[in-house]
């Protein structure tokens, strides 16, 4: 594991990790989360991590063993006021629960599909639960992350949540 370089305010530090999801990349700036997306094709494995993104992927591996059911990342998540609502709104579902789109639009006053939106646009999903959050029949039906609805349906179980694809 690479050493924990000092956090400086213009530095951005990248991290990958393994999961039973696939490899997943941690950004993070200003001592902050910013990013876990998915590597996928030629990816160049470069980290330039921080005691930040330790704690991270320490909090994912608790996550993924089934001994954390809430992260507690500082987050700062680029998005419009709006996303930003919806994924506080996430944020919110505890873990083993789930919300429809309808009804998570339902509290925020606003559409379904604008709160989809959102969550595709979800920059840290898995630590932001966007995978929680299911359509109005409880089908799954679409993740913004690598393995789209096999991946949603591997975390929703894990979650204790049975999810049929």
Same mark, same amino acid.
């Given at each position: 594991?690479?050493? +924990?370089?000092?956090? #400086? #305010?213009?530095?951005?530090?990248? *991290?990958?990790?393994?999961? @039973?999801? $696939?490899?997943?990349? *941690?950004? /993070?700036?200003?001592g902050a989360l910013t990013g876990l997306s998915?590597?996928?094709?030629?990816?160049?494995?470069?980290?330039?991590? !921080?005691?930040?993104?330790?704690? /991270?992927?320490?909090?994912? +591996?608790?996550?993924?063993?089934?001994?954390?059911?809430?992260?507690? *990342? @500082?987050? /700062?998540? !680029? =998005?419009?006021?709006?996303?930003s609502r919806v994924w506080r709104a996430i944020?919110?579902?505890?873990?083993?629960?789930? *919300?429809?789109?309808?009804?998570?639009?339902?509290?925020?006053?606003? =559409? @379904?599909?604008? %709160? /989809? =939106?959102?969550? $595709?646009?979800? @920059?840290?999903?898995?630590?932001?639960?966007?995978?929680? %959050?299911?359509?109005?029949?409880?089908?799954?039906? $679409?993740? #913004?992350?690598? =393995? $789209?609805?096999?991946?949603?349906?591997?975390?929703?179980?894990?979650?204790?949540?049975?999810?049929?694809?």
């Open positions: 594991m690479p050493s +924990a370089a000092p956090e #400086s #305010s213009t530095d951005i530090h990248l *991290l990958t990790v393994q999961s @039973p999801v $696939g490899t997943l990349i *941690l950004s /993070a700036q200003n998915w590597a996928t094709g030629l990816y160049t494995h470069h980290e330039t991590t !921080s005691e930040l993104l330790t704690e /991270a992927e320490s909090q994912l +591996a608790a996550y993924f063993d089934s001994r954390l059911k809430d992260f507690n *990342l @500082p987050l /700062a998540v !680029s =998005g419009t006021k709006f996303q944020d919110a579902i505890p873990f083993g629960a789930t *919300l429809t789109y309808g009804g998570l639009a339902k509290k925020l006053r606003t =559409g @379904p599909r604008a %709160v /989809a =939106g959102a969550c $595709g646009a979800n @920059p840290i999903p898995i630590i932001v639960p966007c995978h929680r %959050v299911l359509s109005t029949t409880g089908n799954l039906c $679409g993740y #913004s992350g690598h =393995g $789209g609805i096999l991946t949603k349906a591997t975390l929703l179980n894990l979650e204790g949540i049975r999810a049929n694809v």
